[in-house]
């Protein structure tokens, strides 16, 4: 039975209903409601745009010890530029190339260690050689390919006369694109992420084992329902990046009770270039990013209601209902990525803050609250996290889900502490909020002059001008004693001050769960702006208005859209940004 204030049975289903009612977001308007569906319409045609390719191939070849030998015969001599192999879920995989010389009798190497890398995606392996029979041998233990496409040097695409003797590496050969492009293949980290979705659904060794799993749970949802292909791995990052479009105005619209500033916010939020990308990468951080946002709009729900409630009062169902939505959030974000726990960390700070202000006129109310959380804020999410490992198939010894859990939690954490790399495109903290170093996501030549770029950065005319409003915001918590401002204020630093104490290299996409915040905090300047001055709301219309101008000036270096090299170049704005190649 589920038990609401003591009340069972059938009248329990009226009583939740009563407190979900409670729920709605009452101060939402119609206007408020046209608003929103305006900029959810504008943001999703832009975030399906192009977003991958529906189709790729599907069958595979697996290759295993004893086994390795791909032999292609062209039936007579003839100058074979390349092949590219779509590589199925193992990468890196090592290949000899031959051709058979009719004369001796004898295969001659062409190529005795070439390499194929990127999972999912085309892998180009040039041969320029004149023959008729091509040995293709994958010389590590096992080797997935999904398909295989032959050209010439004129570009044309050649199938070999026996091509019926590997009938699932030459049956999708429509799937090849004119131009390889994020399009039709993984992109990033898409080839960890991506990746582990499938091996989820196909129970293989799992391979990305750095992050908590629910993410990556999420993923697979999209490739059931669509397929392994490009559109299918990123559509739930495109339906997450749209469900945060909307928390973010009602969230706005919480704080500041003005139809104009919440569609301002969630304007600025819609045309930030980094939610885009992520937005439309098959990585966990947009999942993450919704967790949170929702995990302190639910707090911040509580904390209202709470103060809008007599101190001495009960602690009633209206009130306990957003704290219990609150823990459940963190759970999933915490199950997403452990930047969920830097979250909750400041979750924690801000209800301690709250209760210790409460605390005179709610003493007797304390042990209740305490058990509360105690099941919403550690059971739930302990329970939540295990359940995550539930897919994880593999990568060590376990004796059950609990164990499982543990080991893995213990490899990340290991992983994360020690790792020791370099990358171009790293870059620290104090560098995020200026976008001094802007993420390559992808890089492909479409033709002789045009390029198809994903980079991921934030909008400028929207980070930049966020600093000063963090200073402003600042100034009113301390100086007013603005507990909004302070609320909004600690949940940025929540998200950006652990990664001051992080060793291992960063990147800029880290900073967004902070840009969250950020972007509340523009809200808060923009709401006192067009409360204090007659002209506030016309400055900040072309405010706005310029900020999306400079969104799709940077569109086609962010959403991958070809685009003349040298009009990319042009784009470089700080001398380290490499958006274009």
């Known amino acids: 039975y589920i038990e609401v204030k003591g009340v069972r049975g059938n009248t329990m289903k009226s009583k939740c209903k009563k407190l979900f009612a409670e729920m709605k977001p009452e101060f939402m308007t119609k206007k408020d409601w046209q608003c929103l569906g305006v900029l959810l319409l504008v943001f999703t045609c832009l975030v399906f745009f192009r977003l991958g390719s529906f189709k790729a191939p599907q069958t595979t070849y697996t290759t295993k010890t004893g086994e390795a030998d791909i032999v292609l015969d062209f039936g007579e001599y003839t100058d074979i530029a390349s092949f590219s192999i779509f590589l199925g879920n193992l990468n890196t995989r090592h290949l000899s190339l031959s051709a058979f010389n009719e004369v001796t009798g004898e295969w001659e190497i062409i190529n005795g260690d070439a390499t194929v890398e990127s999972v999912f995606d085309w892998n180009k392996v040039d041969v320029n050689y004149n023959l008729r029979y091509l040995g293709i041998v994958a010389t590590d233990d096992t080797a997935v390919f999904n398909e295989l496409v032959v050209q010439t040097p004129d570009g044309s695409i050649l199938e070999p006369v026996n091509a019926d003797s590997y009938p699932s590496l030459f049956d999708e050969q429509d799937t090849f694109p004119s131009a390889v492009t994020y399009m039709n293949g993984t992109m990033f980290d898409e080839v960890y992420h991506g990746r582990t979705a499938y091996e989820f659904i196909h129970h293989l060794t799992t391979y990305e084992t750095t992050h908590p799993h629910f993410g990556k749970i999420l993923i697979s949802l999209g490739i059931r329902l669509l397929g392994m292909t490009p559109f299918g791995w990123r559509f739930m990052s495109a339906l997450f990046g749209i469900l945060i479009t909307g928390v973010m105005y009602l969230f706005a619209k919480r704080l500041f009770r003005n139809t104009f500033t919440a569609t301002a916010v969630t304007t600025l939020f819609c045309f930030d270039c980094m939610h885009y990308n992520l937005s439309r990468i098959a990585t966990i951080d947009i999942f993450a990013a919704f967790f949170i946002l929702l995990m ?69 109310q304390i042990p209740r609250l305490f058990g509360f959380c105690c099941i919403f804020f550690v059971l739930i999410p302990l329970v939540v996290y295990t359940l995550s490992f539930i897919p994880v198939v593999g990568y060590t010894e376990y004796k059950n889900l609990i164990d499982k859990a543990i080991q893995g939690s213990i490899s990340m954490f290991n992983y994360h502490s020690q790792l020791v790399a370099e990358h171009y495109y790293s870059s620290p903290f104090y560098e995020w909020p200026i976008i001094w170093m802007p993420l390559l996501d992808a890089n492909d030549a479409v033709t002789a002059t045009k390029v198809s770029a994903v980079s ?45 104490s992080i060793s291992r290299i960063t990147f800029i996409y880290h900073y967004f769960p902070a840009i969250l915040f950020v972007i509340l905090m523009m809200g808060y300047t923009i709401n006192c702006i067009i409360h204090r001055f007659s002209w506030g709301k016309k400055a900040i219309t072309i405010y706005l208005a310029a900020a999306v101008i400079v969104f799709f000036l940077f569109f086609p270096v962010v959403s991958g859209f070809p685009i003349d090299r ?4 042009k784009l470089r704005w700080l001398k380290d940004w490499i958006l274009i190649l």
């Open 296 to 364: 302190y709009y639910f707090m911040y729900e509580y904390i209202v209601r709470d103060n809008a409630a007599k101190p001495d009062r009960p602690l009633t169902e209206r009130i306990l209902v957003p704290l219990a939505l609150c823990g459940i959030t963190m759970a999933f974000g915490i199950a997403t990525k452990w930047t969920g726990i830097y979250a909750a960390a400041g979750l924690a700070l801000i209800f301690f803050i709250h209760v210790i202000c409460r605390f005179p006129g709610n003493k007797k």
């Open 566 to 569: 040298e009009l990319g170049m």
């Open 456 to 500: 991921c950065m934030g909008n400028p005319a929207i980070w930049w001008v966020g600093i000063p409003c963090q200073v402003f915001v600042l100034v009113h918590g301390i100086l007013k004693k603005d507990k909004k401002a302070a609320f909004l204020f600690l949940a940025y630093l929540a998200q950006y001050v652990p990664w001051m």
